[in-house]
């Protein structure tokens, strides 16, 4: 399985992890988080998660399993000769980094999770809505309609492998946010944004720091300096 990446060098690299149908430079490069993080002396790691962007894309759901995601990370770490890492994940993303906690916690130093919540969007989905989606179809739920059908929708336009993101869909349904004791976390949710749904009651039963961006939805909420400066501030 080769995985993409892109390197900014600097001290105390921060891996990125994006999140579904998205890209690394989508999510980080086109948010201005690269540069932030590079004008703040940051190195930073941003691969392409396997079923997005440069890297390979795998049709069957089992390729897509949480500790598999994780697993790539690890290798990439390996790869790149790094003991542990701070990391910073958005959406599905957050997900992965979670699976990446529990897979090796000693190579996570401290966390930052964005966009999700205690409820894993795609168990409730499945591949079948998301093609009803760009077939055009209406989905009954209101998120999935609001949010989820204009993201594949655009991420196939822009030559995004289909077969793949229903793999990914199915594969990765049910994801744990489960935590592993002992690694510090920073949980970041837009106020506007209905997918990380009860983020703020599981921070605050975890004893861990919670961020709501007034008025920031499911995809704005990256572009907010606000997010920036508190995941910064956290992870330094």
Not at 77 to 97: E, I, N, P, T
């Amino acid at each position: 399985m080769r995985i993409a990446y892109d390197v900014v060098p600097g001290d105390r690299p921060i891996l990125l992890v994006h999140g579904f149908a998205s890209t690394a430079r989508l999510s980080w490069a086109g948010t201005g988080w690269l540069r932030f993080l590079e004008e703040a002396g940051r190195g930073v790691i941003a691969p392409d998660l396997r079923g997005h962007g440069r890297s390979d894309k795998p049709h069957r759901a089992a390729d897509y399993a949480p500790r598999q995601l994780a697993a790539d990370l690890v290798v990439l770490l390996d790869a790149l000769g790094l003991d542990q890492v701070d990391v910073v994940a958005y959406s599905m993303g957050s997900r992965v980094a979670a699976a990446l906690a529990r897979l090796a916690p000693e190579r996570v130093g401290r966390l930052v999770l964005g966009g999700a919540g205690p409820v894993e969007l795609f168990e409730s989905v499945g591949p079948a809505t998301l093609a009803g989606l760009l077939a055009g179809q209406t989905p009954a739920d209101p998120v999935v309609a609001a949010v989820l059908g204009p993201v594949l929708a655009s991420a196939v336009a822009a030559g995004g492998d289909l077969a793949a993101l229903l793999a990914c869909v199915e594969g990765f349904a049910g994801a744990a946010l489960d935590l592993p004791p002992g690694i510090p976390v920073l949980y970041v949710a837009g106020g506007a944004d209905p997918i990380p749904d009860g983020v703020a009651e599981l921070a605050r039963a975890r004893g861990s720091a919670y961020r709501e961006l007034p008025g920031r939805d499911h995809v704005n909420s990256l572009t907010s300096r606000e997010f920036k400066q508190a995941a910064l501030d956290f992870l330094s």
